[in-house]
């Protein structure tokens, strides 16, 4: 099987059920037609791409979320996005990208978040400075024009802060006006999704201020035993 930045390639063949739910998601968040967005063409563009991300965490530890892309046909992509959202009710009602709705009724801040996205991140793997520009949905990133046969890994840090088990879907996309399309070389949606279980930290360690799970430290009055 084909490889790509080291990871193996999924081809994902989805079924219209998800897509649908995860296109629902992302649109009540809003999108961006306007401006030079009027002009992008009706296409699609076949891409190949995989994803990696730890299966197991631990609250407070941080991990990398990779999303790579390889632009597999002629035409130049105008703008390579990443949609993110998390699976189920709360997942997709939620504005956060990798957060949920609290179904708590009368909260004046109902979206929780799993994960915590450090400064300056998403960002192009290789790249020193951020790469992922903010779109009017909160839940899509945008990481610039893809040349045909180019290829590019888009990096989230993330640092988890709600146990449980989720799914985290993510869509790629060829423009933000919604006219051009990203799809297998199958033609299928290019989409996919991540199981992940977020565990307790072990009572032997400690998160720190900045989100570091590290060893406790020993109880002085324990240092002679």
């Known amino acids: 099987m084909e490889r790509l930045g080291g990871?193996?390639?999924?081809?994902?063949?989805?079924?219209?059920?998800?897509?649908?739910?995860?296109?629902?998601?992302?649109?009540?968040?809003?999108?961006?037609?306007?401006?030079?967005?009027a002009s992008e063409p009706s296409a699609s563009y076949p891409?190949?791409?995989?994803?990696d991300?730890?299966?197991?965490?631990?609250?407070?530890?941080?991990?990398?979320?990779?999303?790579?892309?390889?632009?597999?046909?002629r035409e130049q992509m105008s703008a390579l996005t990443v949609s993110i959202s998390i699976a189920g009710k709360d997942g997709q009602q939620s504005a956060l990208a990798f957060g949920i709705r609290d179904p708590q009724p009368e909260l004046a801040q109902p979206d929780r978040p799993v994960w915590v996205l450090s400064e300056h991140y998403p960002k192009l793997a290789g790249s020193t400075s951020p790469g992922g520009a903010?779109?009017?949905?909160?839940?899509?990133?945008?990481?610039?024009?893809?040349?045909?046969?180019?290829?590019?890994?888009?990096?989230?840090?993330?640092?988890?802060?709600?146990?449980?088990?989720?799914?985290?879907?993510?869509?790629?996309?060829?423009?933000?006006?919604g006219k051009a399309k990203a799809e297998t070389e199958g033609g299928d949606p290019a989409v996919g999704s991540l199981a992940v279980r977020i565990v307790e930290v072990p009572p032997n360690?400690?998160?720190?201020?900045?989100?570091?799970?590290?060893?406790?430290?020993?109880d002085p009055t324990e240092a002679n035993r």
Do not use: M
């Open 7 to 37: 990871h193996r390639i999924g081809y994902v063949a989805a079924s219209a059920v998800f897509f649908f739910a995860l296109a629902l998601s992302l649109a009540a968040c809003g999108g961006d037609s306007e401006g030079s967005n």
């Open 47 to 51: 891409v190949v791409y995989t994803a």
């Open 53 to 73: 991300f730890p299966v197991r965490q631990r609250l407070g530890e941080t991990s990398l979320l990779r999303i790579g892309v390889r632009n597999a046909g």
């Open 134 to 177: 903010e779109t009017t949905n909160e839940k899509t990133f945008e990481f610039g024009a893809l040349k045909p046969g180019e290829k590019t890994e888009a990096v989230w840090k993330l640092s988890a802060v709600r146990t449980g088990g989720y799914r985290l879907l993510y869509e790629i996309g060829a423009g933000l006006g």
């Open 205 to 218: 360690t400690v998160v720190t201020d900045s989100g570091e799970v590290v060893p406790a430290p020993r």
